[in-house]
């Protein structure tokens, strides 16, 4: 029950332009697609209100999460039984090194830091974040964690925090990026997964797949200032950039749930997402969202405004987590 309270496509890419017509294409905003069944990486060009196929990269043994860098010059993924992070050239649309090291152990969520210049990369196994330079794809540290099974990661607006969410601590964990250890840690609820930051920089929203809740945390003082309830499983979540909607990707609803931020509780606007959605991205307007779906194998593009799915893109076999390159 929904629980409502206020508180064969992939090996085209390469036939559909010559060489030097993709390199070019790759110039623009860009949507990158990890396929964890076929060890592929898709690259699709942002085109209008759909998404057409540039190029499919190898990738490592059950590639599950991507990140960017700030830059847009590098996507990074995550090989959770490779061991391994694969590092990809944006402007030369290819696999630019394979990072690997015995401190990448299941290999989850990644973030990279506000310059480019570190990866930030959770290793579920042992309980740790591990850095690296990416200027030479170089480990510089492991960061033990005081929690189980670490997922996710996020860099705070300022760029100063790492924030960690894990599936068998009900707190957030944040590490000071430039010390390089765990600063703090504080409570949320249980099994915290997806997490998102206001537009003013001034609160945390962190979903809880357990729970199916959303709870808002105070930057300033770590402290809970409200909770509201969501459809099943909220695994993923971006915000509106006029802070007006968080949109929640509830996987085992199937839905998309839009939660207004401003104003009263809201529990009508929701769409059907279809089957295992898993990936969730936005553009930087926040005017269109893209979601992956295991079992489709498609990327469902949504307008925010219409709030209805504009294009169904084909995405290969299995695609897991996405990424929006401007």
Same mark, same amino acid.
């Not at 703090?184 to 206001?198: C, D, I, L, Q």
């Not at 930057?219 to 499983?233: A, E």
């Not at 969202?289 to 489709?296: G, H, I, K, W």
């Given at each position: ?6 508180? &064969? ?11 030097? !017509?993709?390199?070019?294409? $790759? ?9 964890? =069944?076929?060890?592929? %990486?898709? %690259? ?30 590098? *996507? ?7 061991? #391994? ?10 696999? *630019? ?7 990448? !152990? ?6 990279? #830091? &506000? ?5 930030? @990369? ?13 200027? !030479? /794809? ?27 969410? =894990? ?9 000071? &990026? ?8 504080? =409570? ?7 997490? *998102? ?5 001034? #609160?945390?929203?962190?979903?809880? @797949? ?5 709870? &808002? ?28 909607? $968080? ?33 969730? *991205? ?8 893209? @979601? ?5 194998? /498609? ?9 209805? @799915? ?9 695609? /897991?987590? %996405?990424?929006?390159?401007?």
């Amino acid at each position: 029950m929904r629980k409502f309270f206020l508180a &064969a496509l992939p090996v085209l890419a390469a036939a559909l332009c010559t060489p030097a !017509d993709t390199l070019a294409q $790759a110039n623009g905003p860009l949507v990158v697609v990890v396929n964890r =069944a076929a060890k592929q %990486i898709g %690259i699709f060009k942002v085109d209008g209100q759909s998404l057409a196929p540039l190029r499919t990269l190898p990738a490592g043994d059950t590639p599950r999460e991507v990140c960017l860098s700030p830059d847009g010059k590098r *996507a990074y993924v995550s090989n959770q039984k490779g061991k #391994s992070v694969t590092v990809v050239d944006l402007q030369k649309l290819e696999v *630019a090194a394979t990072i690997t090291n015995e401190a990448l !152990d299941g290999p989850d969520g990644c973030v990279v #830091s &506000a310059d480019s210049s570190k990866l930030y @990369v959770v290793a579920t196994n042992r309980n740790s974040v591990v850095t690296i330079a990416t200027s !030479d /794809n170089k480990v510089l540290k492991e960061i033990p964690l005081p929690l189980a099974e670490p997922r996710r990661l996020a860099l705070s607006p300022d760029g100063s925090k790492v924030f960690v969410a =894990a599936d068998k601590t009900p707190k957030i964990a944040v590490i000071d &990026a430039a010390k390089g250890t765990v600063a703090t840690s504080f =409570a949320v609820g249980n099994e915290p997964r997806a997490m *998102a930051f206001t537009p003013d920089g001034k #609160s945390l929203l962190v979903g809880q @797949v357990v729970d199916d809740t959303i709870t &808002a945390v105070d930057l300033g003082t770590h402290k809970v200032t409200g909770v509201r309830g969501t459809p099943l499983s909220p695994q993923r979540m971006a915000v509106s950039p006029d802070g007006a909607f $968080a949109y929640v990707l509830a996987r085992m609803e199937p839905e998309l749930f839009a939660m207004p931020l401003k104003g009263p509780h809201d529990e009508s606007r929701t769409l059907d997402l279809g089957k295992l959605p898993w990936g969730l *991205a936005v553009n930087p307007a926040g005017t269109l969202l893209y @979601v992956t779906s295991n079992e489709n194998n /498609n990327i469902q593009i949504i307008d925010t405004k219409s709030f209805k @799915v504009v294009a169904n893109v084909p995405a290969g076999k299995d695609p /897991n987590g %996405i990424a929006y390159r401007p």
